[in-house]
């Protein structure tokens, strides 16, 4: 299963909002976006549809950007890949086995589901209750101290 880029571009957002939380302080755009040097506009996107999944706040003006809208422990893997690449499968059984060879099959053939069909659901449904369980609060504490240190230290080179 391939991802956009944007689902590692969220999450290393969050996590780095996260670790920058102080007293509800907004991060902006262009400095995230400086931080991991990627390009605003895009990642502004990204931003927005987490703004609209209920996973940041966004607040506009000069003093404007983006922070968690809830605890790190409250936001899942799962709810972030879906707010960037949408709740749709990632498979979707067309049905091909019911046509060409299989057009002249009696319908009685098809009235189990596909066991292809069956065997990737599984499989994705294992994969989506993997990030449904791992939090940002895990991602937080598997990270390095030396990382959350190095994001605050260049945070505050930035905002001078």
């Known amino acids: 299963m391939k991802m956009s880029e944007g689902v590692e571009w969220a999450l290393h957002c969050c996590l780095t909002l996260a670790w920058l939380d102080n007293d509800g302080a907004s991060v902006p755009t262009a400095r995230l ?35 968690l ?18 709740p749709e499968g990632a498979f979707r059984c067309a049905e091909i086995r019911q046509r060409g060879a299989g057009a002249s099959a009696s319908p009685r053939e098809f009235v189990r589901p596909c066991g292809i069909a069956v065997a990737m659901r599984r499989a994705e449904t294992a994969w989506r209750r993997e990030l449904a369980a791992q939090t ?25």
């Open 136 to 160: 940002v609060a895990d991602l937080l504490d598997a990270a390095p101290p030396s990382a959350s240190e190095r994001m605050r230290c260049w945070q505050l080179t930035q905002v001078h």
């Open 69 to 86: 809208a809830r605890a790190p422990a409250r936001i899942t893997l799962l709810d972030v890949v879906t707010a960037i690449e949408g």
């Open 33 to 67: 976006a400086a931080a991991f040097e990627l390009p605003p506009a895009y990642l502004n996107k990204c931003l927005q549809l987490l703004v609209k999944a209920g996973i940041l706040v966004s607040t506009a003006g000069v003093k404007g950007g983006f922070r």
